[in-house]
């Protein structure tokens, strides 16, 4: 007997199974978003310690974005083969232990090195959690169930935000690495309890009796027998090709998806690592890591407009719109703002548009790739982007230590703000003439 495992999925209501991924994959996120704002918190005490300028420290700032980006690129894919589960416990174990290690660096080479390992297990773990995420759940609810929990990168920054001054001041900057590691350490136990995704077991071909007693689980008047067989709507398939992301009428789409994350986190990680450096340009230290967090918080608040609104007028749309109330708030961003609440709700606002964005942009690369290709394509899509977030905050770096004013920072990215404007239309123009063909 044949049993369509997509079928029951689609009919399903959340079950404790399904929570407990959802719960688990959001810790995922939670705690790496902590520590991909860790370093940008600590910059302005870092350089005060080592006597050295924060511009001058780019090359530390970035070292986990070079991470992130080779593992998005060439690790992050094995998920689809070897699985999400295994690839979630390996990587966020790297991350745990090696922010700890980063704690106890006395060089910049150390930092470095320490950095760039946590980048690789980030890397790889993030595209995973987004796609056994979207495996759980019905098709109708994917794009905002991702949504929601790529929240958890944007929480876990505000939080690493929120609580940096207060660490700084017990322990210096060595603190904030100790305790996200120690706290990473302790809650990857819990990982052990993640289910394999049904549909990547089926997708393989794996043991019929492993995908029945998971079935058996999200249906609870299913039962397994000998000689079930289970399906998917998608082909098996043992092949890791990058070529699977431009195959049935996905080259186009892909290209435009690329170029929007390399925009979009280009823009993202100028902001969220330069942002407290340049707050402290206007506001005191304390105030501007604050000012800083505020950036995030308003990633969760457009994350949960965006799962909303996307619903009703579909996400191409809504980040168009998106990315043009982000330009004018970057706009207003420079020009010589000084009151603090006016500050707070400029970047609060544009940390709306910008990270609240990547949330969805998540979500639209989670839905567009089947199931043999879904990590192989957030992962890529996610290693490209990096590239822009590796060159903005290195720009970002120059520009701050060759003295150039705040106010022109964030004029500079009013442009590529546009820009993403301009390719999330052109993405959904294609998205309507694929769904015609």
């Known amino acids: 007997m044949q049993v369509d495992v997509e079928q029951i999925i689609e009919r399903s209501r959340l079950c404790p199974l399904q929570w407990r991924v959802l719960i688990l994959c959001a810790l995922v996120t939670l705690l790496d978003g902590f520590d991909l704002q860790a370093m940008a918190s600590v910059i302005p005490t ?30 992050s894919p094995i998920g689809d083969y070897v699985g999400r589960r295994m690839m979630l416990i390996v990587s966020f174990a790297l991350v745990a232990v090696s922010m700890l290690l980063t704690a106890t660096a006395s060089s910049a080479t150390e930092l470095f090195i320490w950095r760039f390992l946590v980048g690789l297990g980030l890397g790889a773990s993030i595209p995973n959690a987004f796609a056994i995420t979207a495996e759980y759940v019905p098709a109708r609810q994917r794009a905002a169930t991702v949504t929601l929990m790529a929240c958890g990168i944007a929480l876990g920054a505000a939080l690493s935000g929120g609580l940096a001054p207060h660490l700084i001041e ?6 904030v690495f100790a305790c996200g590691g120690a706290i990473m350490i302790v809650l990857w136990l819990p990982l052990l309890a993640l289910p394999e995704s049904p549909r990547f077991l089926v997708a393989r071909a794996r043991d019929p009796r492993l995908i029945g007693r998971l079935v058996e689980r999200l249906d609870t008047g299913f039962r397994h027998a000998d000689g079930y067989t289970y399906t998917i709507a998608e082909p098996e398939s043992n092949s890791l090709s990058v070529a699977q992301l431009f195959t049935g ?25 330069w942002l407290p450096t340049l707050l402290s340009q206007r506001l005191p230290l304390q105030q501007a890591l604050h000012g800083s967090a505020m950036f995030q918080i308003g990633g969760i608040v457009g994350a949960i407009v ?6 009703r007028w579909g996400v191409f749309r809504v980040l168009a719109v998106s990315y043009l109330v982000t330009a004018a708030m970057l706009t207003m961003l420079g020009t010589n703002v000084t009151e603090v609440a006016g500050l707070f709700a400029l970047v609060l606002l544009t940390g709306s548009g910008i990270v609240g964005g990547q949330t969805a942009l998540n979500a639209l690369g989670a839905t567009m790739y089947p199931t043999t290709a879904r990590s192989t394509g957030i992962g890529w899509a996610l290693g490209i982007g990096r590239f822009g977030a590796i060159l903005a905050p290195l720009v970002g770096g120059a520009l701050l230590a060759a003295g150039i004013a705040t106010e022109k920072v964030f004029a500079l990215a009013i442009a590529p703000t546009l820009a993403c404007a301009a390719v999330v239309a052109l993405l959904g123009m294609d998205a309507r003439k694929r769904a015609r063909v």
């Open 170 to 175: 017990l322990g210096g900057w060595q603190a």
């Open 306 to 311: 965006f799962a909303l609104a996307m619903k």
């Open 46 to 75: 870092l350089a005060a310690d080592w006597g050295t300028a924060p511009g001058n420290l780019r090359w530390i700032v970035t070292a986990a974005l070079i991470g992130v980006a080779a593992a998005a690129l060439f690790v």
């Open 249 to 273: 009428g996905r080259a186009w789409a892909t290209l435009l998806l690329w170029a929007v994350f390399f925009l979009n986190l280009g823009l993202l990680h100028l902001l969220a690592n």
